[in-house]
């Protein structure tokens, strides 16, 4: 880029004023004052002091001391870009989602990639599950799909989250280790919650140490609905495979880079993007009816499993390019909201407690960090269909309702109305006893942690072992290095053996494995 070439004069203590030009605005206050010295606060005489009456230095001081907002609580450190989705083929048997009608249709995107338990300023290549939020701007409301690069979650209710997060961030008398999994704290966890033993396996893989978001899978996690123009809900996974195939480095490669360059992955993508050379994304769906979700030995309602490709192949039905880095950071990348509740008419939620939870949650969460219900009128957050609502007022209220009519049904005439293409929820049937309980088969934690292990080649299962090496050998109590062990003996024998003898210690016997049916109350 050019340097800029504003005509220069210099002060009388040889500092630089640069003067407004046909090209360059006047430099003005917030209230839009034109600003004639940006260089000297306003003082009696030469050497001050500085007087409270200099409202310019006064308000610059004011807006600089508030630039801080909290960070996200988890996936505080991403990275954003916008871009599009496009629809392969109508999918209107399926769905009713207004994104998915009309074969070659674009939809904007902006899709924000994160390490979720890192402070912000910390570094690309933590070992870390990849936050892979997307929101698709569709013509019927905005659509987040609030995925991670990992197709299983630590645990199946959304009431352990809280739990779950304390473990893995700083812990609280030290304030470290910012981003590693490698602390006791965690693993204590993961120990007394043999759910987590699945992901745990996961983790310990080569995909929690990405060559790059460019070379990452997403998911959707959950199992969502589909829902037709007629009512009929088909439950689907949602997948974003990479056009670059996957890639991972390796972990003596991941702790220099931290060293070398923290910024890795967010320079990666930025380069990738302004070269022209724009990473891609196809959306598979994975496709089932209540008749598979009763036959599957697992309750497709747990986020602690999948559901085999094997058993139900992936149908690829659009694309998600990335074509346009963000104008400005803040603005963007950190103000922008995902939420699992934002799904549009022809989309619907099961019963998944995780996600039942996170529906709750995420408002609640941005309330706090973006201070007001009115972030969804942020550029980066509204629709870009029109959208009409009467809510009013509170903090930076930008989009209250015109005249007299603030309410409906009104006599008027004038203001939004009810449509009949207006979101519709399944109405899915639920009965039962309010209990705190789980589905019966939730309580098989180790099968598909066992045909992970298995299905990677051998150099892999070779760095998952090494990872479970490094991370428990970073673990001060002997009793919680055993108590993984003793889960990884249920998941596979060998494994737990070489994990034992990198740890040099000797094998614990087999934890005991959950009890079939966890809907009984625990003994009072
Ligand atoms: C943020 C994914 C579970 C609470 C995020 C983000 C992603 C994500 C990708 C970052 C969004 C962004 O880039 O701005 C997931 C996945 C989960 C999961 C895939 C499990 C399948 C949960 C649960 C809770 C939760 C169970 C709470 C009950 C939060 C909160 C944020 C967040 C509070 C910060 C949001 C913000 O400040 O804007 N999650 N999450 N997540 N998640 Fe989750």
Excluded at 461 to 468: G, L, S
């Amino acid at each position: 880029a050019e340097l800029a070439d504003a005509s220069i004069h210099r002060g009388p203590g040889g500092e630089t004023h640069q003067v407004a030009s046909d090209d360059m605005p006047a430099l003005t206050s917030r209230q839009g004052i034109p600003i004639s010295d940006n260089q000297n606060s306003l003082k009696t005489g030469r050497r001050g002091p500085t007087l409270m009456e200099d409202f310019l230095f006064r308000e610059k001081i004011f807006h600089f001391d508030h630039e801080r907002i909290p960070e996200r609580v988890v996936h505080a450190r991403g990275f954003g870009a916008h871009g599009f989705f496009e629809t392969y083929e109508s999918l209107a048997d399926i769905t009713a989602a207004d994104v998915f009608q009309r074969a070659g249709e674009r939809t904007p995107a902006f899709v924000r990639f994160s390490t979720v338990a890192g402070n912000k300023g910390s570094s690309d290549l933590a070992r870390d599950v990849r936050g892979f939020a997307v929101k698709l701007y569709t013509k019927e409301g905005n659509w987040d799909i609030v995925g991670n690069n990992i197709p299983v979650f630590f645990i199946q209710d959304a009431i352990k989250f809280p739990d779950l997060i304390h473990a893995a961030k700083q812990e609280p008398d030290r304030g470290f280790p910012q981003a590693q999994t490698a602390h006791d704290n965690f693993w204590d966890f993961i120990s007394l919650m043999p759910e987590s033993i699945n992901m745990a396996l996961w983790i310990m893989s080569d995909r929690t140490i990405p060559r790059s978001f460019r070379f990452m899978e997403g998911f959707g996690v959950h199992t969502f609905r589909l829902i037709n123009a007629d009512g009929k809900s088909t439950y689907v996974k949602f997948h974003w495979k990479p056009k670059l195939g996957m890639q991972s480095v390796v972990w003596n490669e991941a702790v220099k880079l931290n060293g070398a360059d923290p910024d890795f992955h967010r320079r990666d993508l930025w380069d990738a993007i302004q070269a022209g050379d724009y990473p891609e994304w196809e959306l598979g769906l994975q496709l089932f009816d209540d008749a598979f979700a009763d036959e599957f030995e697992f309750d497709i309602l747990d986020a602690t499993k999948i559901i085999p490709e094997e058993r139900v192949p992936i149908r690829r039905v659009g694309r998600l390019v990335l074509d346009r880095t963000v104008d400005n950071f803040f603005a963007e990348t950190e103000q922008v909201a995902f939420h699992t509740a934002n799904i549009v008419p022809g989309v619907d939620f099961t019963n998944d407690p995780l996600l039942q939870g996170r529906n709750f949650s995420y408002l609640d969460t941005q309330l706090k960090r973006l201070g007001t219900t009115n972030f969804t009128d942020l550029p980066i957050n509204a629709p870009k269909c029109p959208f009409h609502s009467f809510t009013q007022d509170g903090h930076m209220a930008f989009n209250n309702p015109r005249g007299r009519v603030n309410y409906e049904p009104n006599s008027w005439g004038t203001g939004p109305r009810e449509t009949p293409k207006g979101f519709r929820s399944f109405a899915a049937e639920d009965a039962g006893e309010k209990r705190r309980a789980r589905g019966e088969l939730f309580a098989d934690h180790y099968s598909q942690a066992r045909q992970f292990y298995v299905s990677q080649s051998e150099i892999e299962q070779t760095h998952i072992k090494d990872a479970f090496v490094f991370e428990l050998s970073k673990v001060e109590t002997p009793a919680i290095r055993a108590r993984v062990v003793s889960h990884l003996v249920n998941v596979d024998k060998t494994l737990a053996q070489m994990v034992a003898d990198g740890l040099g210690i000797k094998l614990p016997a087999a934890a005991e494995p959950a009890r079939e049916v966890i809907t009984d109350l625990p003994p009072s």
